[in-house]
């Protein structure tokens, strides 16, 4: 455990962030290669990834009736780094023991009030196929005849953690889903859920969304050194794409976050060429998640109409005090603006002539804006 | 006050099937945290330009519409009250009108993208399918079973999985390249009660489909076009490896078509919302029982949240007992029961959820992927309980392991049950 943050009393936002990037038993880690490696080797972004998630937390995240509570932070990579607040902590490693300890008394934090919300935040190799998601710490394959002995069962444990008072619940899976030759030939175990569900355990029924950074099957894309594109497109969406204003001031809503984190991965991806990963959600509800100070920020993706016009057109944007433009390019012209009144203009550059433009108003959580050119 | 009247104009080959999108009409021009005046509404989508949605009582002045489509599409328009109240909203283009609904769905990407990947692409056979007619396959993930699915493929034709079949499906198609759709003939005998349909497509390993198949519109307008689209697979498969195409079976249902489309992209919230608000058409008149477990994959979730009204919960536990008891031959049916007994009132009915759910293994495949889910779930929480009060269970355990080969091989994008088989 590495607790950052924990403030008990009042009801609060209990929040546990995984990253792990260093595999000991995968190909290039430091211990005995596991036969059951799949291939999967080490990573650079899950430690990246959960540092900024977990600063987000710290410095971004605010909601007036669930203040941040507690937040744990594990991260295993090849050579540690202290997380700087508070104080240089040396985040634990997320080996299979100390994820179990950090699950369970995280449980025990936040099953003290139904009106608690639980963060779970997990970035790293995962196996999945069809309804059946595992996690994999960070000693994973260093028991040879049962690889999935350090692996978490997060299908079971998402069932499991209905048995937590708290009746909100988010859960973040940034990881590779592709799926396993082990998974089928276990059969009967799939790692350990740490709280097993219950049937004789009957409550208010939770809300409690599950956003994956892919399909079951596919892979997740990191980034070197930085955090993956889920994770940066989460973001993201937390300043803006991800909410609205229709309870009111503009808040990040659970099913707006939803629509923010698709369209922002789908431009995401579409630079990265990491063609194949697109987000997905499970159990999706609607509940206020974080509570933004100012105006949203938009994806905005602007284009000629048609868009072969674009190699051709200097793109302009006028609105909120800002006046941007663009030189001609093939590909449309990808923005993130204010929320507020917006003029897009196209002026063809020879050998090409003309010009056009459109008035729209910009909101969460994307807006693609069509330029009409002769 | 004014108004303002709203479609989404695609266009479709044939029926529509009465599709709606979820959608909102924001005013423009108000303060963060003012009197809203936003509605969430439907749209109708197709060509015809008969059908619009009405908002009526709004304060004049600018409107942003914003479509939510199934494929995560979001389709937006500005309007003016004042310059008139008709709006139309167009969105990307399908590769073909035979594709629209497909599209819509999100199982196949737009025009564009369509022949980009096709221009990539070398060119591909059209993936084959036959159509099975046959008893419930309760236990589809043992491999007589696979096996006998892979002979059904070798035969090429209609094959019997048991003992007898009353009739062969018959399928029409429609091709470009390698996607097809196979859809299944309007007006055949239906043969008898229990038996069910499903597609096997692809060379091995296949992917069995459910069929929803006969599908009677709930409102009595006749018979639902079925279709399964299958094509290359695009991306890494929701089973994984060895996948190498996809399938999608739809149905063009004047009900509730347009919720099942959300509820295969995961957005429960929209898939509530565009169910229709006659909820006593699709549960009481029971005229098409798979439609309304359905409905009730898309409710059950709101169902046990809100189960602290007593009045309400007799109501959507008469109906969940109704569709259980009243059709043997659905899965899905003692699966909602099952969950309705264990999260869904104040008195726990542990021994109920029981049987509802081992009666539903023995039932068979369920029609929809979010029941076999909840097969999965209610089954795992019991044998834990089971295994925690150190009891053996033989019955349950042999279910859920049954249950847990079918989950792994599950497509989860899809609303209706689709498996990968072999392995």
Known sequence: MTLLVDRPGQPGAHALIIGVGDYAHLQGGSGPLSPDHGGMGQLSSPPESARAFARFLLQGYSHPALPLASLDLLVSEAASTPFPTPADALPERAAFDAVKAAVLAWFARADTDPDNLLLFYFCGHGLASGGQTTLLCDDFGSLPPNPLEHALDFTGLYLGLDKCKARRQVFFVDACRVASPTLFTTLNFVGHPVIPGSARFASRTRQAPVYYATVAGAAAYGQVGRPSVFTEATLQAFEGAGCDDLDGAWAVQTDALNRGIFHLMRRAVSRAATVGQLSTVDNLTRFALHHLAGRPRVPVEVACQPDAKNAHAELACVGNGQHLSRPPAAASWDLDLEEGDYTFSADLQPPEAGQGSTSTHVSPPFRPVRIPVP | ?423
């Open chain 2, 1 to 423: 006050m004014a108004r303002l009247r709203l479609r989404l104009d695609k266009y479709f080959d044939g029926e529509s099937g009465n599709a709606r999108v979820v959608a909102r009409v924001r005013p423009l021009g108000r303060k963060a945290g003012g009197a809203g005046d936003v509605r969430n509404v439907t749209l109708p989508v197709g060509s015809d330009s008969g059908r619009w949605e009405t908002v009526d009582g709004l304060q004049p002045g600018r409107y942003m519409v914003e479509a939510f489509l199934p494929s995560g599409e979001i389709v937006a328009t500005e309007a003016s009250t004042d310059q008139g109240e008709q709006v139309v909203l167009t969105g990307e283009p399908s590769p073909h009108e035979w594709l629209g609904f497909q599209h819509l769905w999100g199982n196949i990407p737009g025009r564009e993208q369509f022949e980009l990947e096709r221009v990539e692409q070398v060119p591909t056979p059209a993936i084959p399918a036959v159509a099975l007619v046959g008893p419930p396959l309760a236990a589809v993930g043992r491999e007589p079973v696979a096996e006998s699915c892979d002979r059904a493929w070798r035969t090429g034709q209609a094959v019997e999985l048991e003992t007898y079949v009353e009739h062969a499906l018959q399928l029409d198609t429609v091709v470009d390249g390698a996607v097809v759709s196979y859809r299944v003939r309007q007006g055949q005998p239906r043969g008898a009660a229990g038996l069910r349909r499903y597609l096997l497509a692809g060379t091995p390993p296949a992917l069995l489909c459910v069929l929803p198949w006969p599908w009677p519109n709930a409102d009595g307008g006749g018979e639902a076009l079925v279709e399964v689209l299958v094509g290359p697979e695009l991306q890494a498969s929701s089973t994984g490896a060895g996948a190498r195409h996809f399938a999608a079976p739809l149905v063009r249902d004047s009900q509730i078509s347009s919720a099942l489309a959300y509820l295969g992209s995961g957005d429960l919230p929209s898939a509530r919302k565009s169910l229709p608000v006659a909820q006593e058409l699709l549960f009481e008149k029971m005229v098409n029982p798979v439609a309304a477990a359905g409905g009730g994959c898309v409710l059950v979730s709101d169902w046990l949240r809100q189960a602290g009204d007593a009045a309400q919960r007799e109501r959507w536990f008469g109906w969940v007992n109704t569709l259980a008891r009243s059709f043997p031959w659905l899965p899905d049916g003692p699966i909602l029961a099952g969950w309705l007994a264990l999260r869904g009132g104040a008195e726990q009915r542990v021994d109920q959820a029981r049987a509802a759910l081992l009666e539903a293994h023995r039932r068979g495949l369920p029609f929809y992927a979010a029941a076999l889910r909840l097969l999965y779930d209610g089954l795992s929480l019991l044998a834990n309980d089971a295994t925690e009060d150190g009891r053996g269970d033989d019955e349950l355990q042999v279910a859920l392991a049954t249950v847990r080969r079918l989950v792994l091989r599950l497509d989860v994008r899809q609303p209706f049950t689709v498996l990968q088989l072999g392995r």
